[in-house]
């Protein structure tokens, strides 16, 4: 190694010193332009304040007249996001495998596949939805199509990155034996992976219960459309045991999905 | 030809630096020859060179007498069903049971659906069963290899490497991961099963008394260069006492 002269190195300190205050002068300059843009205003809400409190004092008691029909709402939330993942998840398994650098038949292959997943997740299920809403009509049916769209991109881009954690070794080991890309998946890497990819799939589920609660403002199913037209209405007292149900429902689906999680590992 | 594993001028670089300089050897039926070298020295090179886990940049491999070199697609696939690889991780499926292990040696002559299914071939279920006997873990066919000991993880993958039926195996720093006592239990096995049944083996090895108690062939590997070295006086393993299993 070649003996640094300390003029060298102070010269250096002194750029590192420059570069980092380059990059907080443009950080806080960021931020300002956001704060403008988001038209944040402190007074607005304190203007807003005492018109929630109002609607909040007006929320109690809860209304849950006609909770069948609720619950049925919120039923259809639950089977939208089931639905919509579980086709999202047979759609992800081919594409999971040619996105995974380690498992791709090849780079012709992975990076269309990677392109294809990042535009699936990139747009929210709920813009789908608002597409399907148009194209299949109002209803949960145009809910499933949109969850299963970003689900598909989510939990391919998720299974890819695991399946690209595994380690190598056993892959190795069953190419050794004379075995193609398929019976390499199919044996040695799914036993490794299959806790993970499970896991992700449960996680996906739980997100989209979650997610699809609002699905019913573009029409598109669940117990978002009760909570719609009961602020439409004002009808706080209705809004308040809508969000209640919500908060059961997805209090429920997140310890279903987290029991199961754990006995994966 | 009467040589089963053959290899002629393998080369190999790493961003310029040499890993692998005309490396050649030729080993005939029931040889069993050890690698010796200090780590970096090259020999994983070979290893990955010769089973083309890595492609080498020049040289050739004949398995069997059949080229291995420039092979693709179905027949890569084919010609690597007669080499048997033990590596230093062991490389099994943790998850999967020893038995499911050591059918893996399977893997390559089975069709898709099967494996798919997990419905081996009645014969290749026989074969790793008959291979797990052999490496003294018949009682533990149905454990899931993350539950074995290191030691009877690399017999485990010498079984695998059994049911493969291959015509060579080669065995990549088998013990180093191992305790001594491990390392010695799998060194006899491979040598015993190299006399019972007229295996050819290749291993590399770094601590040079393994090397002195079990080669018949003694190969060095100095940075990149292979060369062979005689023998000699040394204690082969065909000579050698039978070491203890129950140390």
Known sequence: ?265 | MSDVLRAQRLSKRFGGAPALVNASLTLDRGDFAVILGPSGSGKTTLFRCLTRLTEPDSGEIYVAGEPLHGLRGAALKRARRRIGVVFQQFNLIKRRTALENALMGALGRTPPWRVALGRFSRADVEAAEAALAAVGLQDKMRQRADTLSGGEQQRVAIARALTQKSAVLIADEPVASLDPASAEQVLTLMTDLRNARGMTVLCTLHQPHLARAYASRLFVMRQGRLSEAPVGSMETAAEAPARSLSL
């Open chain 1, 1 to 265: 190694m070649l003996h640094r002269p300390s003029a060298h190195e102070s010269e250096r300190r002194i750029w590192a010193r420059l570069r980092f205050a380059a990059l907080l002068a443009t950080v806080a300059a960021f931020y300002a332009v956001c704060l403008h843009v988001s038209q944040v205003s402190v007074s607005r809400l304190a203007e807003g304040l005492p018109r929630l409190m109002n609607w909040i004092a007006r929320g109690w008691p809860p209304d849950f007249s006609g909770l069948e029909e609720l619950l049925l709402r919120a039923g259809e939330t639950v089977a939208i996001a089931t639905i919509g993942t579980t086709f999202g998840a047979l759609i992800a398994a081919p594409l999971c495998i040619l996105a995974a650098r380690n498992v791709t038949p090849g780079m012709w292959m992975f990076h269309p596949a990677r392109w294809l997943l990042n535009a699936l997740r990139g747009v929210d299920g709920f813009i789908f939805a608002l597409i399907f809403v148009a194209a299949v009509g109002l209803g949960p049916f145009a809910g499933v199509l949109g969850v299963m769209l970003h689900t598909a991109g989510s939990i391919a881009k998720l299974w890819s990155e695991a399946i690209e954690g595994a380690e190598p070794g056993p892959l190795e080991a069953a190419a050794m034996s004379g075995a193609g890309r398929a019976k390499v998946v199919l044996f040695a890497l799914l036993p490794d992976v299959r806790p993970a990819l499970s896991s992700i799939t449960l996680y996906m589920w739980e997100f989209n219960v979650r997610a699809s609660t609002v699905l019913g403002v573009v029409g598109a199913g669940g117990i978002g459309q009760e909570l719609k037209n009961s602020v439409d209405l004002l009808a706080f007292d209705r809004v308040f045991a809508i969000l209640i149900i919500i908060l059961a429902m997805v209090t429920l689906i997140d310890a279903v999905s987290q029991a199961l999680r754990r006995r994966l590992l």
